[in-house]
């Protein structure tokens, strides 16, 4: 695998060049490896990929699906112990919770970095372009909320 750099606040960031067939710019939360797909790299110019790679960077920092998996161990725990049912319903909720959570706080840190006037388009083109991968069979990320609520999100509280 490939890998680029890029200087953000003075520090070299690295990101991992993939040959996945769709759109993806995420974080691997074991390995705190930044992933860019190479379909992802040839839609955004670098200045635009080092704007949205702060996103990714607020993920790096702050690994929720590792407290995430903590949290679903200890509801699976309960479950084994005869509360399946209340189990069952409470890691479902902190999935719905949880995930989105960590998504829109990863917004809010990234458009504060760099200015919402410069991270709102690139929220908006991304999200539009994932919801078109999305209509042509890709399967749906449930760890994202559309992009109007997080744009609005971003707009409000950013």
Partial sequence: MKKMKFSIDGKLEEV???DEKGLNFSTDNM???I???RKFLKLFTKQEIAIILRHELFHKYH?????LAGIVVLLVLIGHFGQTLLSLFLTALVFYLIIPTAEILADL???RKVGREKYLPLLKRYSELKDKERVAGMARQLTH????IRYWLIRNLG
């Fill in 109 to 111: 840190y990234a458009a």
């Fill in 35 to 37: 992933e860019a797909s």
């Fill in 31 to 33: 390995t705190s490896r």
């Fill in 16 to 18: 991992w060049v993939t």
């Fill in 145 to 148: 909320l559309p992009h109007p």
């Fill in 63 to 67: 690994n929720f699906k590792v407290i």
